[in-house]
């Protein structure tokens, strides 16, 4: 058996994630979210001392400390249970109508602790890219981004969607319209690696932009 498919087997073993993150396997959920409010986007705001002024909801799930919330033009921040600061990461460049957040959860990804993935689309009526973004709590008030990769891309009618498979300090990923690629967690750089190529031709990453 060949080693993605090893490896993708052992990922779709673990508790699927939220509908709301089809694309991704391997990841064990324990607080999600798919519904903005403003209320959520005031709390953000209130916290970050910004203003979102193009009117983007924000996205909130409660954990076990305290709380995650997500928007697309203030970015991601964890709170601890008295509302205060612990981690933040900055929002998305503004790109066109479609530009908005899909889903945030957090959960286990097979590291030594825990993670926030965020599905979030950037573009406008007739093509648009929604991208997953992983982040860790690091040092200093920051999020550290572990991985960003386009995970579905639409021009009109035409949709292509590739995959996210988390496998122990390491994951899966396959792009739109490409060949699964293994990358593996670097304690050192903080991030995700890309170290190989399995299969056929890979397109090259899409990072999101801002990130």
Same mark, same amino acid.
């Not at 979210?33 to 709390?43: K, N, W």
């Not at 991601?76 to 008295?82: G, Y």
């Given at each position: 058996m060949?080693?993605a498919?090893? /490896? /993708?087997?052992?990922?779709?073993?673990a +508790?699927p994630? +939220?509908p709301? /993150? +089809?694309? *991704?396997?391997?990841f064990t959920?324990t607080?999600?979210?798919?519904t903005?409010?403003?209320?959520?986007?005031?709390r953000l705001a209130?916290v970050?001392?910004?203003?979102?002024e193009?009117?983007?909801?924000?996205?909130?799930?409660?954990?076990?400390?305290?709380?995650?919330?997500?928007? $697309?033009?203030?970015? !991601?921040? !964890?709170?601890?249970?008295?509302d #205060?600061?612990?981690? #933040?990461a900055?929002?998305?460049? !503004?790109?066109?109508?479609a530009?908005? /957040?899909?889903a945030?959860a957090t959960?286990?990804a097979?590291l030594?602790?825990?993670?926030?993935?965020?599905? *979030?689309t950037r573009?406008?009526? #007739?093509?648009?890219?929604?991208?997953i973004?992983? $982040?860790?709590?690091?040092?200093?008030?920051?999020?550290?981004?572990?991985?960003?990769?386009?995970?579905e891309?639409?021009?009109?009618?035409?949709?292509r969607?590739?995959?996210?498979a988390?496998? +122990?300090?390491g994951?899966? $990923?396959?792009?739109p319209?490409g060949?699964f690629q293994r990358w593996?967690?670097?304690p050192?750089?903080?991030? $995700?690696?890309?170290? #190989?190529?399995?299969?056929?031709r890979?397109?090259p990453?899409?990072l999101?932009p801002?990130?």
């Amino acid at each position: 058996m060949r080693l993605a498919t090893i /490896l /993708l087997l052992a990922a779709c073993t673990a +508790p699927p994630a +939220p509908p709301s /993150l +089809p694309w *991704v396997s391997g990841f064990t959920t324990t607080a999600s979210g798919d519904t903005e409010s403003l209320p959520a986007a005031q709390r953000l705001a209130a916290v970050t001392g910004t203003r979102d002024e193009a009117g983007y909801g924000a996205i909130a799930v409660s954990t076990g400390s305290g709380a995650i919330l997500a928007s $697309y033009h203030d970015g !991601v921040a !964890v709170l601890d249970s008295n509302d #205060r600061l612990v981690a #933040r990461a900055p929002g998305f460049d !503004v790109e066109g109508s479609a530009d908005d /957040l899909v889903a945030l959860a957090t959960g286990d990804a097979k590291l030594d602790a825990p993670v926030i993935v965020l599905a *979030v689309t950037r573009g406008g009526h #007739r093509v648009s890219t929604t991208s997953i973004v992983v $982040y860790q709590v690091g040092a200093d008030e920051q999020l550290d981004q572990l991985f960003a990769g386009a995970i579905e891309e639409r021009d009109g009618d035409q949709t292509r969607s590739g995959s996210l498979a988390f496998f +122990p300090h390491g994951l899966m $990923y396959r792009p739109p319209g490409g060949g699964f690629q293994r990358w593996t967690f670097d304690p050192t750089a903080r991030k $995700y690696v890309h170290k #190989r190529q399995v299969n056929r031709r890979v397109e090259p990453d899409r990072l999101v932009p801002g990130s």
